[in-house]
C-alpha cells in the first residue's frame, strides 16, 4: 500500500518551541508546557459542580475499565491504572473529530465542554510531592501527557497548543517511519525516565505511525513518617490464594481507622492509610463467593460510596479497625482495544482509508490516521515500607492504508460480424475494416 505523508507546514512552525535533542534519544522537543503546580486544598474547595462530575467521570470509567481489562491478564496478581488509559483518552478525544470524538467523550463520560475546561485542573489534584522536615522528597505523585508526531507529518498548531495548555501536554517529534528502531527507543527511553525506571520495555510502534498519545504516571507512598516498616503480627495466619491452595504467615498491621467493614452482600470492604491520606481499600469475597464474582463494574461503584461509619447510636459505641494484610506485587501488560470498543470506542480504531466511517482526527490533522493499538503496562509494588507504583499507557496512531483497488475480469465475446481498428504504438491507424464472415 501506498503512504502519504505531508512536509511539516510552515504555519506549524510556532510549535517548534524548542529544536534540541530530548531524553537521550532520536527525538526533537517541539513544546512544552508550564510546570504543573499541585492544585491547592483552597483552590480544590473552590471548584464547582464540572470539576465534581469529571471527578466521578474518571471513577465510574475506572469501574467500567477494570475488570474488563483485568480479564485479559493471564498474570496471578494484576494492576492497572485507570487513569492513566483515562488520561491518554483524553488526549485523543481533544486531537478527534465527529463521531469518532463523540464515542471517546461517551467513554470519558464527560462532554468536550467539560473535560477541555475542568482537565488542567483535575491532572493538578493527582499530582503530588510530599518532603520530610530536612525538605528530603519522602512521597510523590508525577503524571506525564506527550503527544509524539513523527517527523513530516502536519499538525495544527492551535491542537498542540490546547494540549499544552490545558492538558500538560509536551510534545515530541520522532521519525517512526524512516527510523522506526530510534524513535521506539526514543520512547522507551522517556516512560523510563518518567516511570522512574519501574517501566522499561519497547513498544513497538510501527513504521506507519504518524502520532502517539502518551500517558506516564508514577506513584511512591509511605506509611510512616521516616519510611518506618509496618509491624508483622506476631500470630501466622493463613491465606487462601486463588488456586485453592494456602500459604502461612505473618501480616502487616496497618493502623486503627475510624470506622467498621463495609458489607456489600458478597464481599467486605475497608481500608487502610498511608502517611499522606492515600487508601488502599481491599475488598475480600465472602466464603465461596469468587473473586471474579466481587471484583465488579457494580461492585467497584458501590465501593466509591460505601458507608464505613464507625458510630453506632444505638449502643452509643465509636469503632476503629485495622487492616492485616500481606505484601504484594501485581503487575498488567496488555493491549486494551478490546477493552475500549466494548466500552463503545470503535470508530477510532476503524482504518479510515478502508472504511467511510473510520476514524476522524481533523482537529490535529488533515492525514488519515487511526489507533492501531492501545497499550497499558502498570507495576504496584505493596511493602512494609510503602508502596511504589508505575503505569504507562500508549496509543498508537497509524497512518491509514490505502483503499484497496479491486480486480473485476470480465469476459468480452466476439460471436458476430465486427469492425477492426489495427494502430500502430502511436496509435496511427493502420488498418481497419469489417468482418462479415470467419
Known amino acids: 500500500m501506498a503512504r502519504i505523508f505531508k512536509i511539516f507546514a510552515a504555519s506549524c512552525a510556532g510549535v517548534m518551541l524548542l529544536s534540541?535533542?530530548?531524553?537521550?534519544?532520536?527525538?526533537?522537543?517541539?513544546?512544552?508546557?508550564?510546570?504543573?503546580?499541585?492544585?491547592?486544598?483552597?483552590?480544590?474547595?473552590?471548584?464547582?459542580?464540572?470539576?465534581?462530575?469529571?471527578?466521578?467521570?474518571?471513577?465510574?470509567?475506572?469501574?467500567?475499565?477494570?475488570?474488563?481489562?483485568?480479564?485479559?491478564?493471564?498474570?496471578?496478581?494484576?494492576?492497572?491504572?485507570?487513569?492513566?488509559?483515562?488520561?491518554?483518552?483524553?488526549?485523543?478525544?481533544?486531537?478527534?473529530?465527529?463521531?469518532?470524538?463523540?464515542?471517546?467523550?461517551?467513554?470519558?463520560?464527560?462532554?468536550?465542554?467539560?473535560?477541555?475546561?475542568?482537565f488542567s485542573d483535575f491532572y493538578r489534584s493527582l499530582a503530588a510531592e510530599y518532603t520530610d522536615s530536612r525538605g528530603k522528597v519522602e512521597a510523590r505523585v508525577d503524571l506525564g501527557n506527550s503527544i509524539w508526531v513523527n517527523k513530516g507529518t502536519t499538525v495544527r498548531e492551535n491542537c498542540i497548543q490546547?494540549?499544552?495548555?490545558?492538558?500538560?501536554?509536551?510534545?515530541?517529534?520522532?521519525?517512526?517511519?524512516?527510523?522506526?528502531?530510534?524513535?521506539?527507543?526514543?520512547?522507551?527511553?522517556?516512560?523510563?525516565?518518567?516511570?522512574?525506571?519501574?517501566?522499561?520495555?519497547?513498544?513497538?510502534?510501527?513504521?506507519?505511525?504518524?502520532?502517539?498519545?502518551?500517558?506516564?504516571?508514577?506513584?511512591?507512598?509511605?506509611?510512616?513518617?521516616?519510611?518506618?516498616?509496618?509491624?508483622?503480627?506476631?500470630?501466622?495466619?493463613?491465606?487462601?490464594?486463588?488456586?485453592?491452595?494456602?500459604?502461612?504467615?505473618?501480616?502487616?498491621?496497618?493502623?486503627?481507622?475510624?470506622?467498621?467493614?463495609?458489607?456489600?452482600?458478597?464481599?467486605?470492604?475497608?481500608?487502610?492509610?498511608?502517611?499522606?491520606?492515600?487508601?488502599?481499600?481491599?475488598?475480600?469475597?465472602?466464603?465461596?463467593?469468587?473473586?471474579?464474582?466481587?471484583?465488579?463494574?457494580?461492585?467497584?461503584?458501590?465501593?466509591?460510596?460505601?458507608d464505613y461509619g464507625g458510630y453506632d447510636e444505638e449502643t452509643d459505641t465509636y469503632y476503629s479497625t485495622r487492616c492485616l494484610f500481606p505484601a504484594y506485587e501485581a503487575n498488567f501488560d496488555e493491549e486494551v482495544d478490546d477493552v475500549l470498543k466494548e466500552m463503545g470506542v470503535e470508530r477510532f480504531f476503524r482504518d479510515p482509508g478502508l472504511y467511510p466511517d473510520g476514524c476522524e482526527f481533523e482537529t490535529l490533522t488533515d492525514e488519515l490516521v487511526y489507533c492501531k493499538k492501545v497499550q497499558h503496562v502498570a507495576k504496584l509494588k505493596v511493602e512494609r515500607r510503602g508502596i511504589e507504583g508505575a503505569a504507562v499507557t500508549v496509543v498508537g496512531m497509524d497512518a491509514a492504508e490505502a483503499a484497496p483497488i479491486e480486480y473485476v475480469y470480465e469476459d468480452f465475446i466476439v460471436d458476430r460480424a465486427f469492425g477492426f481498428v489495427l494502430t500502430d504504438p502511436y496509435g496511427v491507424t493502420l488498418f481497419s475494416g469489417v468482418v462479415n464472415t470467419i
Not at 37 to 59: H, M, Q
Not at 70 to 76: D, Q, V, W, Y
Request: aromatic share 10%.
Open 162 to 306: 490546547t494540549l499544552a495548555t490545558d492538558y500538560h501536554c509536551h510534545s515530541y517529534a520522532a521519525d517512526f517511519v524512516h527510523d522506526n528502531a530510534g524513535a521506539n527507543k526514543a520512547v522507551q527511553n522517556f516512560v523510563k525516565e518518567q516511570t522512574h525506571g519501574l517501566i522499561d520495555r519497547d513498544f513497538k510502534l510501527s513504521d506507519r505511525t504518524l502520532f502517539a498519545l502518551i500517558n506516564t504516571l508514577y506513584l511512591k507512598e509511605i506509611w510512616n513518617s521516616e519510611g518506618d516498616e509496618l509491624p508483622l503480627t506476631q500470630t501466622s495466619y493463613s491465606f487462601k490464594q486463588g488456586d485453592g491452595s494456602e500459604k502461612s504467615g505473618p501480616l502487616m498491621q496497618g493502623k486503627y481507622v475510624g470506622g467498621r467493614a463495609f458489607d456489600g452482600g458478597n464481599f467486605t470492604s475497608f481500608f487502610t492509610r498511608t502517611l499522606h491520606g492515600y487508601k488502599l481499600h481491599f475488598l475480600v469475597p465472602k466464603e465461596g463467593v469468587p473473586l471474579a464474582e466481587v471484583f465488579t463494574e457494580e461492585t467497584l461503584n458501590a465501593l466509591q460510596t460505601a
Open 20 to 118: 534540541v535533542p530530548a531524553c537521550g534519544g532520536n527525538q526533537t522537543v517541539l513544546g512544552k508546557p508550564d510546570a504543573v503546580v499541585p492544585l491547592s486544598y483552597t483552590e480544590r474547595r473552590e471548584k464547582g459542580e464540572a470539576f465534581d462530575s469529571l471527578l466521578s467521570a474518571s471513577n465510574a470509567f475506572a469501574a467500567r475499565f477494570a475488570p474488563k481489562a483485568a480479564a485479559l491478564s493471564e498474570e496471578k496478581n494484576v494492576a492497572l491504572s485507570p487513569i492513566s488509559v483515562y488520561m491518554a483518552l483524553a488526549l485523543a478525544a481533544q486531537c478527534a473529530s465527529g463521531e469518532t470524538a463523540s464515542e471517546l467523550y461517551t467513554a470519558l463520560g464527560a462532554p468536550r465542554e467539560t473535560v477541555t475546561a475542568e
